[in-house]
């Protein structure tokens, strides 16, 4: 461990509770057109906080598990392990799906049919880690909705680690974490929970001003063409006295479960006394509904914009009890996404932009064209290069990049450099890279064939995300200049009087943020 760069003001002691904060699918660019609506969370930290403009994912592989795990570790995926949210792995001559976090020899406790999860496949210690190596007193907590962005912003950490079960409606914890559930975590779910998460109807609260900034309401390339406008009730959808269905209503199509995040968050604070005990704490929080309704209905849609304005007043009710509890000053908060994301192809295509999904017949043209390549090369030759040719042929690949290539660094594009930095030869993401190449399709391409939009690729709008820092005596800001996500551990390292490694491929970005 390297040692942290020192305060400049050194009669001022710095945060005691170190905040990472990521909002999953929030495209940089959606702060900026709603802007003029937010009055709570999202209004203090672009009016207060100093806000970089120019904030990329410097990888190819955009997806939630490496975006989290890129966040908090401070190194690019090919160096934490985590390259994609699932991968395939070659075993004895077989290949088999891996999800990242999984570990099977853990369990989730209370759900033992459920796989185990656990930072198992994550090759780096974090932020988290650096914390608590920096002072044993330290307590980390990490929660969301998905086990992979907890998991991912707690790094190899053995904290209080906490994520939302899907039909189970409740936090849950696997055995690597607690051996069993603490007492405030049991009591939260049995009586926080219900007063929390318990809607089955979404109604809208965009004022009637401000719908004109959105697409319409109705749109056929929007969640199934038919339940796409307000109010959406899980009595249209599913059986709405089956507790279950429900609270699968809740977790995939609405905003409340970053309702219940910030809850458990608020209550982790209270209990663990964090940043109140002289140690510096570490808090990460992920909230992730902003993925699901971009997925369902687009990131310009009227329900991604009423997500917002609601994310903004829990966010706003968030950072004042901060104030409360931690005290001002005394907390310092990171907030950035784990990616971006493509608008709905066919809404671009309306406009006239050159925009498409592969369909199922493409899928099938590009394993033909791998398979017909693979099954006539010989034993001795490295099929990779005719790979490469192959799929080049086909209309909606841009590019291909060998194994070799990537790893020999002769870079023929700046994208090949971001596949070098997802690149994992034994963790192998996307159906060329099984015969050792990347294929790039082209821009505003969908590679998924059944969400309405998604992410994954290595252009702007999947990468160009915001980062803002707030608290602590920063002072409000804004930044034109080119910084990327593994720059967000370093830089709260460094602003908590953290020591982190020498090696990282983020930078502390201390010219901005001079304290």
Same mark, same amino acid.
């Given at each position: 461990?390297?040692?942290?760069?020192?305060?400049?003001?050194?009669?001022?002691?710095?945060?005691? &509770?170190?905040?990472?904060?990521?909002?999953?699918?929030?495209r940089a660019d959606l702060l900026k057109n709603y802007d003029p609506l937010f009055v709570g969370g999202f209004r203090r930290l672009l009016d207060e906080g100093y806000r970089f403009e120019n904030a990329t994912h410097d990888h190819a592989v955009t997806t939630t598990a490496p975006g989290h795990t890129t966040l908090a570790t401070g190194v690019h995926p090919t160096r934490h392990g985590v390259v994609g949210n699932s991968w395939s792995e070659l075993?004895?001559?077989?290949?088999? /799906?891996? $999800?990242?976090?999984?570990?099977?020899?853990?369990?989730?406790?209370?759900?033992?049919?459920?796989?185990?999860?656990?930072?198992?496949?994550?090759?780096?210690?974090?932020?988290?880690?650096?914390?608590?190596? /920096?002072?044993?007193?330290?307590?980390?907590?990490?929660?969301?909705?998905? @086990?992979?962005?907890?998991?991912?912003?707690?790094?190899?950490?053995?904290?209080?680690?906490?994520?939302?079960?899907?039909?189970?409606?409740?936090?849950?914890?696997?055995?690597? $974490?607690?051996?069993? =559930?603490?007492?405030?975590?049991?009591?939260?779910?049995?009586?926080?929970?219900?007063?929390? $998460?318990?809607?089955?109807?979404?109604?809208?609260?965009?004022?009637?001003? *401000?719908?004109?900034?959105?697409?319409?309401?109705?749109?056929? #390339?929007?969640?199934?063409?038919?339940?796409?406008v307000f109010p959406h009730r899980a009595s249209e959808t599913v059986d709405a006295s089956d507790p279950r269905a429900l609270n699968h209503w809740r977790y995939e199509f609405t905003p409340f479960p970053d309702r219940a995040v910030f809850a458990l968050a608020t209550e982790a604070i209270r209990e663990l006394q964090l940043g109140q005990r002289g140690s510096v704490d570490y808090l990460g929080i992920s909230l992730s509904q902003t993925d699901l309704?971009?997925? /369902? #209905?687009?990131?310009?849609?009227?329900?991604? &914009?009423?997500?917002?304005?609601?994310? @903004?007043?829990?966010?706003?009710?968030?950072?004042?009890?901060?104030?409360?509890?931690?005290?001002?000053?005394?907390?310092?908060?990171?907030?950035?996404?784990?990616?971006?994301?493509?608008?709905?192809?066919?809404?671009?295509?309306?406009?006239?932009?050159? *925009?498409?999904?592969?369909?199922?017949?493409?899928?099938?043209?590009?394993?033909?064209?791998?398979?017909?390549?693979?099954?006539?090369?010989?034993?001795? @030759?490295?099929?990779?290069?005719?790979?490469?040719?192959?799929?080049?042929?086909?209309?909606?690949? !841009? !590019?291909?990049?060998?194994? @070799?290539?990537?790893?020999?660094?002769?870079?023929?594009? %700046?994208?090949?450099?971001? $596949?070098?930095?997802?690149?994992?030869?034994?963790?192998?993401?996307?159906?060329? *890279?099984? %015969?050792?190449?990347?294929?790039?399709?082209?821009? /505003?391409?969908?590679?998924?064939? #059944?969400?309405?939009?998604?992410?994954?690729?290595? =252009?702007?709008?999947?990468?160009?995300?915001?980062?803002?820092?707030?608290?602590?005596?920063?002072?409000?800001?804004?930044? %034109?200049?080119?910084?990327?996500?593994?720059?967000? *551990?370093?830089?709260?390292?460094?602003?908590?009087?953290?020591? !982190?490694?020498?090696?990282?491929?983020?930078?502390? &970005?201390?010219?901005?943020?001079?304290?």
């Amino acid at each position: 461990m390297a040692s942290a760069c020192q305060p400049t003001s050194e009669d001022t002691d710095p945060p005691t &509770l170190a905040i990472l904060m990521a909002v999953d699918q929030l495209r940089a660019d959606l702060l900026k057109n709603y802007d003029p609506l937010f009055v709570g969370g999202f209004r203090r930290l672009l009016d207060e906080g100093y806000r970089f403009e120019n904030a990329t994912h410097d990888h190819a592989v955009t997806t939630t598990a490496p975006g989290h795990t890129t966040l908090a570790t401070g190194v690019h995926p090919t160096r934490h392990g985590v390259v994609g949210n699932s991968w395939s792995e070659l075993e004895e001559g077989r290949w088999r /799906n891996v $999800y990242s976090l999984q570990d099977l020899d853990t369990e989730i406790l209370g759900y033992p049919e459920l796989p185990g999860r656990a930072p198992t496949n994550i090759y780096r210690a974090g932020l988290p880690d650096w914390i608590v190596a /920096n002072d044993p007193a330290s307590r980390v907590v990490s929660i969301s909705r998905k @086990d992979r962005a907890a998991i991912g912003l707690a790094a190899k950490a053995a904290g209080d680690v906490y994520w939302l079960a899907d039909e189970g409606g409740e936090f849950v914890t696997s055995d690597y $974490y607690h051996a069993e =559930y603490p007492a405030w975590i049991t009591e939260f779910n049995a009586t926080t929970m219900p007063l929390v $998460y318990s809607d089955s109807v979404w109604e809208s609260i965009i004022p009637t001003t *401000a719908l004109s900034l959105t697409r319409p309401d109705r749109s056929r #390339f929007e969640l199934d063409g038919e339940h796409t406008v307000f109010p959406h009730r899980a009595s249209e959808t599913v059986d709405a006295s089956d507790p279950r269905a429900l609270n699968h209503w809740r977790y995939e199509f609405t905003p409340f479960p970053d309702r219940a995040v910030f809850a458990l968050a608020t209550e982790a604070i209270r209990e663990l006394q964090l940043g109140q005990r002289g140690s510096v704490d570490y808090l990460g929080i992920s909230l992730s509904q902003t993925d699901l309704i971009g997925h /369902n #209905f687009g990131p310009r849609s009227r329900e991604q &914009l009423d997500n917002l304005l609601r994310l @903004d007043v829990e966010l706003g009710r968030f950072l004042s009890f901060l104030d409360e509890a931690v005290g001002p000053g005394r907390w310092v908060l990171g907030l950035s996404a784990d990616h971006g994301v493509l608008d709905i192809p066919e809404h671009l295509a309306e406009q006239g932009v050159d *925009a498409s999904r592969l369909t199922r017949s493409d899928r099938r043209q590009l394993s033909r064209s791998i398979q017909d390549v693979l099954d006539n090369v010989d034993d001795e @030759d490295e099929p990779a290069e005719a790979v490469k040719e192959a799929v080049l042929s086909l209309p909606f690949v !841009a !590019a291909a990049y060998t194994f @070799d290539g990537v790893e020999q660094g002769q870079a023929i594009d %700046s994208f090949q450099v971001l $596949y070098g930095r997802s690149h994992s030869r034994t963790r192998i993401v996307g159906l060329a *890279a099984r %015969s050792g190449v990347y294929a790039r399709f082209g821009p /505003n391409v969908l590679e998924s064939s #059944f969400l309405r939009t998604s992410h994954g690729s290595p =252009y702007y709008y999947d990468r160009h995300v915001p980062m803002i820092f707030l608290g602590g005596t920063i002072s409000a800001g804004v930044s %034109s200049d080119r910084v990327a996500t593994v720059d967000m *551990a370093p830089t709260l390292a460094w602003l908590t009087d953290t020591p !982190a490694p020498d090696d990282l491929d983020g930078t502390i &970005l201390e010219r901005s943020l001079r304290r």
